[in-house]
Structures are given as C-alpha cells and as structure tokens.
C-alpha cells in the first residue's frame, strides 16, 4: 500500500498562517502569498473520511495547474508556480463570498430540485418537460454563497448577491462573463478528450482591484464529466450516464448504509477499495488531460514538498 498524505504540519519562511480545509491546507506568507498542500485526503457527505487515497493529491494539483494554464488567456488566475506535484503557490487574494457554479445539463441537485416540482434555479427559470442529463439550450449559472467550515453551501440568485452587497453589479456582470467562457473553454477541451463537461464550480477572488480565478478549476472534485460516447443513446433510453467523477465513492457508501446523517456509522474501508479509488483518480487524470500520469516518489513527502516549497520561496 502507497503512502497517502492525510496531514501537514510545515512552518515555511514568513509563515503567518494556515488554513486546514476538507482537502487543501492553504499556508499564507506574509499575507502575499498562499502555498496550497493538496493532501490526499477524500470527503463525501461533507465529512472526510478518516483513511486517504494514494496519489489523489498529485492528480487534483496537476489537472488543476493545467487547467489554470489554459485558460490563463481568458482571466488572470492566482498560480505562479507548481513547486511540487502537490502543491501550488499563488497570490493571496480577497476570496468573492460567491461560487459561481455552471451548469451545462439537468443532473445532480438541479435535476433533484426539478423532478420535485422546481422550475427555478437562483432565479434562472427552467422550461417545462425536461428529462434528466438533458442539455441546457445555453449553460445556466446558478451561484452559491460560500459557506463557513461545516456548513452547506446555498443557493443564491443574482439580484441577492447584488442585493446584500456581496459583490458589486459591476464586477458580478464580470465573474459571469469569466464563468462562461471558462466554461465554454473547459468544454471544448473536454470534447477532444471524448468528454462532456457537465457542471462546474469557479471561485475568484480580487488583488489590487484585480478579479483573478483562485482555487482549483475543472478537477473530479470539483467538476462532473460525462463519456460522451454513448450519452445521446443513454439519455433516450433513460439510463444513467457514465461519468467520471468521485461519485462511485459516494455510491460505495450509500451501499454500506453511510450518508453522513446523524446516527450514521461510517464503515470501515478495505484497503482493497482505497486503493481502487487510488487507482479511478488516476484514470480521472488520464482521460481528461490526455497524459500519462507519473506516480512521485512519496518515500517522504513531507521532506519533499517541504525542501521544493522552500526552494521556491527563496526566490520570490
């Protein structure tokens, strides 16, 4: 069994703080600079569960940096550098207390919402008669707030985040024209990869009156694809569609009576699946970046990340 990173402890040069999210440690330098340990830990239900998955971290960090790369074109983003296969060092911004979420089909909570009478999503009306996993005529976006640690996230419309102040209508016109065209760009590359780009959240923050794209974009844990051979004959029939995303995780769970309720129980995992899972992050990574993934020594990660990190920091 691979190591598999769970926790991080480092004290980098200028350290002021850190923030240990479900996934991602975030270090701040001096208030300029986020470095962003993905670690390889997995959450479902909003709860992280307690063994982690080998390799996930490196396949998060490096589809996100090259996403982050290839779309550079479209908006500034916060990456400056990827110093390690799990890591990323970026500017510190002023994170917007909105995620900008677009939704290119009905599936997932939209179509929940929708299958139980719902014909409006964060004030976007939905037509009468739609299936499940069937197209929008355009990509909707349907923006959440931006929940504190434990909390769910909620859906907003547009006039209440201008409404409550929490972005200006000035800039919010501009986080949904970077929206769609990330969208539209994580689409088209999809697309060459035999892939849909089904939804997808976006989170930006400003630095110096500057709107950059921050965190991490068009990533298995932040985003769902569909195969999209086979998507228009599943979808006539009514079936389900294969999709990469962690939800089989999710499914195994629900199978074992896990839900994340109170009173659930979480089972205990098999190393048999862990590294199954291991191994569906990574077939993630191959099929939507089109490259070989090369598994990093991780005989000590902590000593490496902590050696790359502050090799970097030395030069900034």
Sequence with gaps: MEKAV?????QFPRQKSVYKG??????????EYMVMVVSDRISAFDVVLPKGIPYKGQVLNQIAAKFLDATADIVPNWKIATPDPTVT?????????????VRGYLTGSSWRLYKNGGRDICGVPLAEGLKEHQAFPEPILTPSTKAEQGEHDENISRDEIIKQGLVSEEEYVQLEKY??????????IADKKGLILVDTKYEFGRKDGVIYLIDEIHTPDSSRYFYKEG??????????QKQLSKEF??????????QGRDGDVLPEIPESFINEISERYIELY??????????????NVSERINNNVNSFLSTL
């Design 179 to 188: 929206s769609l065209e990330l969208f539209k760009r994580g689409s088209e």
């Design 22 to 31: 479900k996934v991602r440690d975030v270090y701040d330098i001096n208030d």
């Design 249 to 258: 995780v999710r499914e195994w769970l629900m199978d074992h009576d896990f």
């Design 6 to 10: 769970v926790k991080t402890d480092f």
């Design 286 to 299: 191959e099929s939507i970046t089109g490259d070989k993934f090369v598994k990093e020594d991780v005989s």
């Design 89 to 101: 060092i970026g500017h510190k911004c002023e994170t917007y207390p909105v995620e900008m979420i």
């Design 231 to 240: 998507y228009q004959e599943r979808f006539k029939k009514g079936e389900n």
